[in-house]
């Protein structure tokens, strides 16, 4: 049975709207904003999704500066409805590979059409998720569909999806530029998570970002990304 939780609270701040003078920014030339920009890409383009991960531990202030990252993602009416539980205990992280384990079998040998298994075959994966373990880190999003004040009421959450899926791009960036590597993992349905981590039901899985660092020399599938051209129209 999962129950509320605490930190499910919406806090009374949050609920209050005021304004402040905009902190912090600088303007740049075009010159440095061009570089920046070229720079930012260049680190980016070599992000890539790793399925072979070393037992390495990775230290904790990394992973919380990327959470907090992560949590200063634009969202819906500053509702911030995310959550993010980082496993690093090696008993909870075999309860999650088992129950991963169990849905990605019967999506492999049942749920999936053949179409999708060709899409899948030049990534060479299957329902056996051994780096659910091996990685150092499993940081396990979960949206909140909607708030609770610490008084019990509950508070709608607005454009929750979209809103996380902004935060867990935020946080794949922010793994990447800190030197790490991560793999985006989302067994299907997760409902198993909400039960192994007691999150609370109006908590949904997101998906699970494994982290840490490859193994030496680790293998990547060939892949390209679509030019500039068809991924984007200027009007």
Known sequence: MVLDHPTNHVGEEMLKSKSIPLQDYK???HEEMQQRAADFYKL?????????FSPRPAPRQII???LRAAGSAPNGANM?????????????KSEIRKGAEIEERKFYEERAS???KEALSSLETNWQKPFLEVAPYLIVIFSQSFGLTPEGERVTNYYVQESVGIATGMLITAVHSAGLVSLTHTPSPMGFLNDILKRPSNERPFLILVVGYPVED??????????????ATFI
């Not at 980016?44 to 072979?52: E, G, L």
């Open 27 to 29: 303007e740049y030339s």
């Open 44 to 52: 980016m383009k070599s992000r890539r999704s790793v399925r072979d």
């Open 64 to 66: 919380e500066d990327c």
């Open 80 to 92: 911030q409805p995310w959550h993010f539980v980082v496993v690093s205990d090696p008993q909870v």
């Open 114 to 116: 053949d179409e999708w």
């Open 218 to 231: 680790v293998i990547v599938p060939d892949i390209s990304r679509k030019p500039l051209k068809e991924i």
